[in-house]
């Protein structure tokens, strides 16, 4: 079952409880194709992790079944580890390509990850920056939340208008990260080049999923705390289009 959706009494997000994340997936993947219908040239921002996975997978369904042209379309990855060759395929380059630009039938050309085996990080990071805005900025931007309540690799402490920058990878996203390494975590990079809050606040819609009891507490802390440096996943209520997308598990901390 999907409950209607609810404007939190506290933000102006909209926020759905879906039945599971089989069908917040649908949800945002029909957002995604009603996009790409109506603006064949927009861009869409792409998350990696677990999360936006089954969002993928429906729109290569969906694919499939009625092809969308999409050789116009762009794609802009949110981060990208510092220091990883981009042909391993832990890399996000790696799993944006086998998840999007390959199924969903993106031009190569037209999907950018940021460059974390670049010689000079900083020039990378001003360089993708760049890139975003000459191409007239994300049209819809999709989320995960970390448990910590990161956004992109925005750890607790990035500035709400933070730019695309290098960073440092908390201990605990590596940790999680972990189970893409062979649970190692000493192989997890420690840095990443990331698409900053204030870039990712630039996209026109944001839509964020979040499933399982694990990602509760930052939802709600996220949702329903102070707007802080110290909740990165906070500064979206400063954005006047954003869809909160949950399983029960997931919002089960929203009061
Ligand atoms: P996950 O990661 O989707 O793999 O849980 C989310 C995130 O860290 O943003």
Redesign the pocket.
């Known amino acids: 079952m999907i409950y209607p959706s609810f404007v939190s009494p506290l933000t102006s997000l909209r926020v759905i409880v879906a039945a599971d994340p089989a069908a917040a997936a649908e949800l945002a993947a029909t957002r995604i194709l009603t996009l790409l219908h109506s603006k064949p040239t927009a861009a869409l921002g792409v998350?990696t992790?677990?999360?936006?996975s089954p969002v993928y997978r429906a729109l290569s369904r969906a694919q499939l079944a009625e092809p969308l042209d999409l050789s116009r379309a762009r794609a802009f990855a949110l981060d990208e580890y510092v220091g990883i060759d981009a042909r391993l395929p832990q890399s996000y380059r790696s799993v944006i390509d086998a998840e999007v630009t390959e199924p969903l039938g993106f031009q190569r050309s037209h999907v950018s990850v940021p460059d974390g085996s670049a010689a000079d990080l900083a020039a990378a990071a001003r360089d993708y920056e760049a890139a975003i805005d000459a191409t007239g900025g994300v049209d819809l931007q999709i989320l995960?939340?970390?448990h910590n309540g990161?956004?992109g690799f925005n750890e607790p402490g990035s500035a709400h208008d933070s730019v695309t920058r290098v960073v440092t990878l908390t201990q605990e996203?590596r940790k999680?990260n972990a189970r893409f390494f062979d649970d190692n975590i000493e192989l997890v990079p420690r840095q990443a080049i990331t698409q900053g809050i204030g870039t990712i606040l630039k996209a026109r819609s944001i839509v964020l999923l979040a499933f399982g009891a694990g990602k509760a507490g930052a939802v709600a802390r996220a949702l329903e705390g102070p707007i802080e440096e110290a909740s990165p996943a906070s500064a979206l209520r400063k954005h006047s289009d954003v869809t909160i997308l949950l399983d029960e598990a997931a919002a089960s901390m929203l009061s």
Do not use: L
């Open positions: 998350a992790g677990s999360t936006p995960g939340i970390g990161h956004i996203t999680a």
